[in-house]
């Protein structure tokens, strides 16, 4: 089974305190949930709403990997695959997925601090339609540049 988790903005007219503005969303008002879904059967396993300061998580969490081993925790310890956004990817979040006996696969934000000076700077090194592939103990980055000005970062933990 391979899952994928996300955020869905589910439209309301209802007033309450985790009612969330989202400007990009065809439906602007809603309530935000997390949610994990079965690829292969496209149906939601498993997810909860976004409650803002009432469901933080520690602090020593960032809240893209909270987010993503909540809901994951009940499908994990069976060599699964995980596939995220770049809101959630992160090599942290690789990591513990990988003691679990999970993968993670994911496009990665190009600003995360954990990543290397290799991948900050290849963004004027690279030719258009070019690719590096940076390897570490358990994950791999792949950097692939199909336009001029653009760039995709892309962090896979399957060996």
């Known amino acids: 089974m391979n899952l994928t988790v996300d955020e869905q903005l589910f439209s309301t007219?209802?007033?309450c305190k985790?009612?969330?503005y989202v400007s990009s969303k065809p439906d602007k008002f809603g309530i935000k949930f997390w949610l994990a879904s079965d690829t292969n059967n496209k149906y939601i396993i498993n997810g909860f709403p976004y409650l803002e300061k009432e469901e933080t998580p520690p602090s020593s969490?960032?809240?893209?990997?909270?987010?993503?081993?909540i809901p994951?925790?009940?499908?994990t310890r069976c060599w699964r695959h995980v596939t995220t956004d770049n809101f959630f990817t992160s090599a942290s979040l690789a990591t513990k997925l990988l003691v679990k006996r999970t993968t993670l696969f994911g496009t990665i934000r190009n600003?995360?601090?954990?990543?290397p000076e290799l991948v900050k700077?290849?963004?004027d090194?690279?030719?258009?339609?070019s690719t590096i592939l940076h390897k570490s103990s358990n994950c791999t980055l792949t950097i692939y540049k199909s336009k001029p000005t653009k760039k995709v970062?892309?962090?896979?933990?399957?060996?």
Not at 61 to 69: E, N, Y
Not at 125 to 129: I, Y
């Open 13 to 15: 007219i209802v007033r």
């Open 61 to 69: 969490i960032p809240l893209g990997v909270f987010v993503v081993l």
């Open 72 to 75: 994951v925790e009940p499908f």
């Open 153 to 159: 970062t892309i962090l896979s933990s399957k060996q």
């Open 125 to 129: 090194e690279l030719e258009r339609f």
């Open 121 to 123: 700077s290849a963004k």
């Open 18 to 20: 985790f009612t969330q």
């Open 111 to 115: 600003n995360r601090r954990e990543l």
